[in-house]
């Protein structure tokens, strides 16, 4: 059984600095891409960023580019996004999520964690 | 990256058959096949029902169907059952390798 769980998330201020964490089982975790996926509180989903199984070529929304960074530890079997510069719109619960090939060329989310809640406020 | 346009709402009573539109341009829905929809109930993380754009995983319902005619794409419910009622999101492959979600359907099951 594929079990995704976040850890990390936290109320943190304006300009402040947050690692989220996903720790896989239940699937060869290198095998696959691997993303992060937002949602606002009340608001809808927004992809955030995507690293492929090797974790060699990763990618981004404009909203986050330049101020997050995702990366993953396949000898752990854990994924991460390091937040930097940290501003009010990035409120949400940040979601963990399993892609469906290697190299993020499948485009889906075939299996969500249950999200860990960042609040960027002062 | 703009969202795809969804309906804020959509309902329907039990047995009955409803759509949900998810409409972009044709540099996302308009030129590939990578759409997929996801189910979310209040509190609880996304699931995936629907993959290029009519493709369904193993274990999801066969009264879930997808479609897809120019730049909209449509997901359909027959049968309807309470369970059924949730938020529904599309998303599609907006190219760069980015992807973009819809703004979401709630379902309401009267």
């Known amino acids: 059984e594929v079990q995704l769980l976040e850890s990390g998330g936290g109320l943190v201020q304006p300009g402040g600095s947050l690692r989220l964490s996903c720790a896989a089982s239940?699937?060869?975790?290198?095998?696959?891409?691997m993303s992060w996926v937002r949602q606002a509180p009340g608001k809808g989903l927004e992809w955030v960023s995507s690293?492929?199984?090797?974790?060699?070529?990763?990618y981004y929304a404009d909203s986050v580019k330049g101020r997050f960074a995702i990366s993953r530890d396949n000898s752990k079997n854990t994924l991460y996004l390091q937040m930097n510069s940290l501003r009010a719109e990035d409120t949400a619960v940040y979601y963990c999520?399993?892609?469906?090939?290697?190299?993020?060329?499948?485009?889906?989310?075939?299996?969500w964690g249950q999200g860990t809640l960042v609040t960027v406020s002062s | 990256q703009s969202a795809l346009t969804q309906p804020a709402s959509v309902s329907g009573s039990p047995g009955q058959s409803i759509t949900i539109s998810c409409t972009g341009t044709?540099?996302?829905?308009?030129?590939?096949?990578?759409l997929s929809w996801y189910q979310q109930h209040p509190g609880k993380a996304p699931k995936l029902m629907i993959y290029?754009?009519?493709e369904r995983p193993s274990g999801v319902s066969n009264r879930f169907s997808g479609s897809k005619s120019g730049n909209t794409a449509s997901l359909t419910i027959s049968g309807l059952q309470a369970e059924d009622e949730a938020d529904y999101y599309c998303?599609?492959?907006?190219?760069?390798?980015?992807?973009?979600f819809g703004g979401g359907t709630k379902l309401t099951v009267l």
């Open positions: 998303c599609s492959y907006a190219g760069s390798s980015t992807v973009v």
């Open positions: 690293v492929t199984g090797s974790g060699g070529y990763t």
């Open positions: 290029e754009v009519g």
């Open positions: 999520a399993k892609c469906d090939d290697y190299v993020w060329g499948s485009y889906r989310f075939s299996y």
């Open positions: 239940g699937f060869r975790f290198s095998s696959y891409a």
């Open positions: 044709s540099s996302d829905v308009g030129s590939y096949n990578l």
